[in-house]
């Protein structure tokens, strides 16, 4: 038998080859299938679909760009803006009382509650009034014996004076009689005094509440020794109706306001809650401070509330709308049509044939949701609000929804459905 021989492993060059053929074939098969496949004509029903369409059913580029885009729009109105200048302010008592005692002396009765509501004059607490009845009764008993002596003194003169007019006695006596009911008659008077002052600490025993307003907790018990010197008090009173709001403004805003003062109208303001979406009170621009605070570049402002519901509290922290004036018959639309680009603000005018034009705008005051057109629109003017993003000038819109109707007058009460972005703008 023979031996077989060993197959050696193809060479480096024979696998080049091998592949450099195989990817040949590939490619001829591809021409001759771009070559020789079966073209649709449009309109023919083939493979893609009735007119052509790929089976996807997606339209080509060129026929989505001349589909209308879809869009709600809201036409412009004439109404009545309100310009408000916003803060924040804190609730300040009108008035705040600490109450102590004026006299020293054991506290032997509370004649209040914690929190309760009390009026000028009102009893609060006594303090041990004997010690201040007894001096009021022996500085009473002093006045009637300088008073007997002062009688006795005036009828002594009397007589003197009947005596020299007989030329009995000497002009000396009479004048040193007359010294002496001048004497009688001073020490009355402070004897008068101290009565009026004994009366006076007796009235100080019986603790009375300085002004109106809400008492707070309790700082002393009964049967404690209070005096003029507790720092604490017994308790202290805070007129909260009416109620002041303090806040600040801006330098830049104080003219429209003080013109407005200038002119002696009555600026309103309103009271929101943390979440400047309810308001809790109006009330009255009452005065301005006098100065403007160089670290802030603000100034300090003070209204007054009547609060007859409580809704204020001392210290509390709230959102203030000042109503500075109200622009009349205004052309307003909503502030989500507002475009702002390189040249300013602007807006996607509808025309008639509801096709776009960018139109350029000037603003005015923005308030509830809403925003006045100075200028670059006329009241039943549609502007775009919704699909803004795929528009452009010269674009067909379909409208979806129909037109938004904005009201000719809105509620000026900013209500629990206010939005919380009401601010400022130039008027």
């Known amino acids: 038998m023979s031996e077989s021989r060993p197959v050696s492993p ?24 771009l070559v020789l496949r079966p073209s649709a004509k449009p309109g023919a029903g083939g493979p893609g679909g009735p007119g052509g369409r790929p089976a996807g059913g997606r339209p080509p580029a060129a026929a989505m760009a001349n589909l209308p885009v879809p869009v709600r729009v809201a036409t412009a109105a004439t109404q009545d803006i309100d310009i408000f200048l916003k803060s924040l302010g804190t609730v300040t008592a009108y008035n705040t009382v600490t109450v102590r005692s004026r006299v020293s002396g054991e506290l032997v009765d509370v004649a209040f509650q914690e929190g309760q509501y009390v009026k000028a004059g009102d009893l609060l607490a006594q303090v041990d009034p004997r010690a201040f009845q007894v001096a009021l009764d022996q500085a009473r008993g002093t006045q009637m014996q300088n008073l007997a002596q002062l009688e006795n003194a005036r009828r002594d003169l009397q007589r003197y004076q009947a005596l020299f007019k007989q030329d009995s006695i000497a002009k000396q006596q009479v004048d040193t009689q007359a010294a002496l009911v001048r004497q009688y008659e001073g020490t009355v008077k402070s004897d008068q005094a101290n009565v009026d002052n ?6 100080y025993a019986r603790i009375t509440a300085p002004i109106s307003g809400r008492l707070g907790l309790r700082q002393v018990d009964r049967g404690n020794l209070v005096s003029s010197a507790d720092t604490n008090g017994l308790v202290v009173i805070t007129q909260t109706q009416p109620i002041s709001v303090v806040f600040t403004l801006p330098e830049t805003q104080l003219p429209e306001v003080r013109s407005e003062i200038a002119a002696g109208r009555t600026l309103t303001v309103d009271a929101y809650d943390r979440a400047d979406t309810r308001r809790i009170a109006t009330g009255v621009l009452e005065t301005l401070d006098n ?32 109503h500075v004036l109200t622009r009349k018959d205004v052309t307003a639309i909503p502030t989500a049509a507002i475009q702002q680009g390189s040249a300013g603000a602007f807006v996607f005018l509808v025309q008639p044939d509801n096709t776009i034009v960018v139109r350029q705008v000037k603003l005015g005051a923005i308030n509830n949701g809403m ?37 000719a007058t809105r509620d000026k009460t900013l209500g629990a459905g206010a939005p919380a972005g009401t601010t400022p703008a130039t008027k």
């Open 10 to 33: 193809p060479s480096r060059w024979t696998r080049r080859r091998i592949i450099g053929c195989v990817v040949l074939l590939l490619v001829v098969a591809g021409i001759a299938w």
């Open 198 to 203: 004994a009366k006076l600490q007796l009235d």
């Open 291 to 322: 100065q403007i605070d160089v670290t802030t570049g603000t100034l300090k402002l003070k209204a007054k509330f009547d609060n007859a519901d409580d809704a204020l509290f001392p210290n509390q922290f709230v959102n203030v709308r000042l």
């Open 371 to 407: 925003v006045a057109v100075n200028e670059g629109l006329q009241p039943g003017d549609r502007v775009v609000t919704e699909g803004t993003d795929r528009l452009r000038a010269g674009a067909k819109v379909e409208i979806v929804g129909g037109a938004e109707v904005i009201p």
